[in-house]
C-alpha cells in the first residue's frame, strides 16, 4: 500500500471511532487493526515491541510522580495559600477576584504541571466565592478553565515531558521556553479580566495593605520556590526531569505532612492510589498513541506530509501558523498527551525542512494544544469547571471564545517572534542552538 492509502484508512478510521464516542487511547489501537489485515509485514508482535520500546523511556517515569507531587499539593491546601497571597497583589484592582483566579492559576502551574489539577484545585475554592461577590456565572467558568490551562505551558508542564520524552527534545530548554509565552498568556487575561470587571461593574477584592501582603508572602513562600528548586535543579544540572519529578514529591510531601500538617499517611496512601489510577491513563494513551505513530512513520508518512506541506510554503513563519491549524483541530477530541505522541513525530521533519527550531516548534504546538482543555467535545478544563459552578458547558462559550482570543493573540506573538521562546534558553544553555 502506499503512503497516502494507509494515512487515509488511519485517519478516516481514527475520525469514525471518535465520532462514536470510542475512547481515543482504544481509538488510536482500533485504527491500526486494518492495516494488520491488509499488510502481513506489520504484526501484533511489532507493535507491542514498539508500545515496550515507548514505556522504556525513562524520562516518562516522571509523568506519575509529578502527577502525585500535584495531587499532595492540592490536599495540602497549599491553593488557600496562594490565593491569599494572590488576593494581596492583585485583590485591589477592578474584578479583583478574577484577577486573582488568573495569578493563582499561573503560581499553581509552577508547581502542579498539570492544568486539570489547576482547574480543580482553583475552581473549587474560586468559583464559589467569585459566585457569592456577584459574578456572572459564565465569566467566572471561563476564567478558571481558560487560566488553568498554563498548566501545560508554566514549567514544570507534564506536556512538556510527554514531548521531550517522544522528541528527543530537551527538557530543561522545553522549561525555559515556555516561561515567558505563559507569563504573556496570563497578563493578556488579566486585562480581558479587566476589560469584563470595568464594563460589569464587578469588584475590587480588598484595599492594598502592606503588612497583609507580606504575611501572605510569608505564608506562602515554601510553596513558591517549589518551581524554582525543579526548574532550577534541571536547568543548572543538577538533577534529570525524573529525578526532578521525585524531589517535586518529597519537597511537597515534606510541606503537607511535617511543616502545614494537612496531609496524613493514610490520606498519602489513598493519594497514591489516585495517582496510580490517573498515571496508568495517560501511560496507556501514550503507548496506545506510540503504535500508532510507528505504523504511520513505518510507512513514511512524515516524507510523504514533507512533499505535500513542503511544497506549499517555506516560510517558517506560514508553516507554524498551518501546525497550529492541525493542533487546534485534533486538541478539539484528543487529550495532548496521544497528539503529541501521533503529531510530534509527524511535523517534525516538516519543521526542520523549513528551518525551525525544534523548542519554537513544541512551545507553539504545546500553547496550541492548550486550547483543547476549553474547547468542546473534549474541553477538560471547561468540563470540571461548569461541573463545580453546576452549568452547562456550552453555557459560558461566548466568554470563553473572548479568553481563547487573548490566548491566540500570544500563539500569533510566539509565532512571528520566536526571540519570545528562545531568548531565555539561548541565554542558559547556548549548546542548544550549535
Given at each position: 500500500m502506499t503512503a497516502g492509502t494507509v494515512a487515509a484508512i488511519m485517519f478516516i478510521l481514527l475520525i469514525v471511532l471518535i465520532i462514536l464516542r470510542v475512547p481515543v487511547s482504544f481509538t488510536l489501537a482500533f485504527a491500526?487493526?486494518?492495516?494488520?489485515?491488509?499488510?502481513?509485514?506489520?504484526?501484533?508482535?511489532?507493535?507491542?515491541?514498539?508500545?515496550?520500546?515507548q514505556y522504556g523511556s525513562f524520562i516518562l517515569l516522571s509523568i506519575p510522580f509529578f502527577l502525585l507531587a500535584a495531587v499532595i499539593m492540592n490536599e495540602a491546601k497549599i491553593t488557600d495559600r496562594l490565593i491569599r497571597f494572590s488576593r494581596s497583589m492583585v485583590g485591589p484592582l477592578?474584578?479583583?477576584?478574577?484577577?486573582?483566579?488568573?495569578?493563582?492559576?499561573?503560581?499553581?502551574?509552577?508547581?502542579?504541571?498539570?492544568?486539570?489539577?489547576?482547574?480543580?484545585?482553583?475552581g473549587s475554592v474560586l468559583i464559589?466565592?467569585?459566585e457569592k461577590e456577584g459574578y456572572d456565572k459564565n465569566f467566572t467558568v471561563a476564567v478558571t478553565a481558560c487560566s488553568a490551562v498554563m498548566g501545560n505551558i508554566i514549567p514544570p508542564s507534564i506536556t512538556?515531558?510527554?514531548?521531550?520524552?517522544?522528541?528527543?527534545t530537551s527538557v530543561s530548554g522545553l522549561f525555559l521556553a515556555g516561561f515567558v509565552p505563559g507569563v504573556m498568556i496570563a497578563l493578556?487575561?488579566?486585562?480581558?479580566?479587566?476589560?469584563?470587571?470595568?464594563?460589569?461593574?464587578?469588584?475590587?477584592?480588598?484595599?492594598?495593605?502592606?503588612?497583609?501582603?507580606?504575611?501572605?508572602?510569608?505564608?506562602?513562600?515554601?510553596?513558591?520556590?517549589?518551581?524554582?528548586?525543579?526548574?532550577?535543579?534541571i536547568?543548572?544540572?543538577?538533577?534529570?526531569?525524573?529525578?526532578?519529578?521525585?524531589?517535586?514529591?518529597?519537597?511537597?510531601?515534606?510541606?503537607?505532612?511535617?511543616?502545614?500538617?494537612?496531609v496524613s499517611f493514610n490520606k498519602f496512601i489513598s493519594l497514591m492510589l489516585d495517582t496510580a489510577k490517573l498515571a496508568s491513563i495517560v501511560l496507556f494513551a501514550v503507548g496506545c498513541a506510540s503504535i500508532y505513530g510507528w505504523v504511520?512513520?513505518?510507512?513514511?508518512?512524515?516524507?510523504?506530509?514533507?512533499?505535500?506541506?513542503?511544497?506549499?510554503?517555506?516560510?517558517?513563519s506560514l508553516m507554524l501558523i498551518i501546525f497550529v491549524g492541525i493542533f487546534l483541530l485534533v486538541g478539539t477530541f484528543m487529550d495532548s498527551v496521544p497528539a503529541i505522541v501521533i503529531l510530534g513525530p509527524l511535523l517534525a521533519p516538516i519543521a526542520e525542512h523549513v528551518g525551525i527550531h525544534p523548542l519554537h516548534f513544541a512551545i507553539v504546538g504545546v500553547v496550541s494544544l492548550a486550547f483543547g482543555l476549553v474547547t468542546p467535545?473534549?474541553?477538560?478544563?471547561?468540563?470540571?469547571?461548569?461541573?463545580?459552578?453546576?452549568?452547562?458547558?456550552?453555557?459560558?462559550?461566548?466568554?470563553?471564545?473572548?479568553?481563547?482570543?487573548?490566548?491566540?493573540?500570544?500563539?500569533?506573538?510566539?509565532?512571528?517572534?520566536?526571540?519570545?521562546?528562545l531568548a531565555i534558553p539561548q541565554a542558559f544553555m547556548p549548546e542548544l542552538f550549535l
Open positions: 491500526v487493526i486494518p492495516i494488520l489485515i491488509l499488510t502481513p509485514r506489520v504484526t501484533p508482535l511489532m507493535l507491542l515491541q514498539r508500545m515496550m520500546v477592578p474584578g479583583g477576584l478574577g484577577h486573582v483566579n488568573v495569578a493563582v492559576s499561573m503560581l499553581f502551574a509552577g508547581i502542579s504541571g498539570s492544568s486539570n489539577a489547576d482547574a480543580a484545585g482553583i464559589p466565592a467569585m512538556m515531558v510527554v514531548w521531550g520524552g517522544v522528541m528527543s493578556f487575561q488579566m486585562a480581558l479580566v479587566l476589560y469584563f470587571a470595568l464594563k460589569r461593574g464587578y469588584p475590587r477584592d480588598a484595599g492594598y495593605s502592606l503588612k497583609e501582603f507580606v504575611l501572605s508572602f510569608r505564608g506562602a513562600i515554601l510553596a513558591l520556590v517549589t518551581p524554582l528548586i525543579i526548574v532550577g535543579g536547568v543548572f544540572g543538577l538533577v534529570t526531569p525524573t529525578e526532578a519529578s521525585l524531589v517535586a514529591v518529597v519537597y511537597s510531601l515534606i510541606l503537607g505532612m511535617f511543616i502545614y500538617k494537612t504511520l512513520a513505518y510507512y513514511k508518512i512524515p516524507n510523504f506530509l514533507v512533499g505535500l506541506l513542503g511544497g506549499i510554503t517555506t516560510s517558517p467535545p473534549y474541553g477538560l478544563c471547561l468540563l470540571i469547571s461548569s461541573e463545580i459552578a453546576g452549568i452547562n458547558a456550552m453555557r459560558p462559550l461566548k466568554e470563553v471564545g473572548l479568553f481563547l482570543l487573548s490566548m491566540l493573540a500570544v500563539l500569533l506573538l510566539i509565532i512571528f517572534f520566536p526571540s519570545l521562546t
